[in-house]
């Protein structure tokens, strides 16, 4: 089945203790993408990836790193958690980096940054 | 600048009247516009794109939009609204010019009332 899989579903921290989310694919798409998604404001664009080792910032980056290593995985990493990082994420990917094709989105992480 | 504009936060409707759900965007670039669907502890489907060929398209579950570049609005809308159509909307756009990059109204929940 085509999907994309996020761990962990939920996780409560404390504050600077660095947590990962990753995100794998299995549909070997070139583009993948993070989000999260506060109340009123929609999803908004964390990183996003064209291809294995092509990385770029996208509207909220800051607190934030990513990799991509292999074309199936694109971690999200957050090196010293602050509670403002307290939301919901989404990790995405499509076929390729062209505005036709539609995003597939993973179920979501639910972060709690104490 | 970009954005994308959900004119209405909420919009409660009764089964089987029909769905009105509002999106406005600007921009003086070419877009492509889609409508993605959240149901409650979900990731988001897709509903429908325009990817500029024909400006009414046709999507899943009995959505349809149509694309008036006139007023920059790709408003969403469904003849009979069922109660399984309860969930948020959220209007995604994409630019020609840097097509890496998606931008999310804020959301519209849609309440299905008996």
């Known amino acids: 089945e085509a999907q994309v899989t996020q761990n962990p579903r939920y996780l409560i921290t404390v504050t600077g203790k660095k947590l990962t989310v990753t995100c794998s694919q299995n549909?070997?798409?070139?583009?993948m993408s993070w989000y999260r998604q506060d109340p009123g404001l929609g999803l908004r664009q964390i990183y996003y990836s064209m291809n294995v080792e092509v990385t770029d910032k996208g509207d909220v980056p800051e607190g934030y790193k990513v990799s991509r290593k292999e074309k199936r995985n694109f971690p999200l990493i957050l090196e010293s958690p602050s509670p403002n990082q307290t939301s919901l994420y989404f990790c995405?990917?499509?076929?390729?980096?062209?505005?036709?094709?539609?995003?597939?989105f993973g179920d979501g992480t639910r972060l709690s940054i104490l | 600048a970009q954005s994308v504009t959900q004119l209405d936060s909420h919009v409660s409707v009764s089964e089987g009247t029909p769905v009105l759900l509002r999106c406005n965007y600007s921009?003086?670039?070419?877009?492509?516009l889609f409508w993605y669907v959240q149901h409650p502890n979900k990731g988001l489907q897709l509903l429908l794109k325009y990817t500029s060929a024909a400006t009414l398209v046709k999507g899943i579950n009995g959505f349809e939009a149509e694309f008036k570049k006139s007023e920059t609005s790709f408003h969403l809308t469904k003849p009979s609204a069922h109660m399984s159509d309860a969930a948020e909307y959220f209007c995604v756009v994409s630019l020609e010019y840097n097509f890496n990059k998606f931008y999310f109204g804020s959301g519209t929940k849609l309440n299905v009332k008996p």
């Open positions: 995405a990917s499509t076929p390729s980096p062209n505005s036709n094709q539609p995003q597939h």
């Open positions: 549909m070997n798409h070139e583009y």
């Open positions: 921009s003086s670039y070419s877009p492509s």
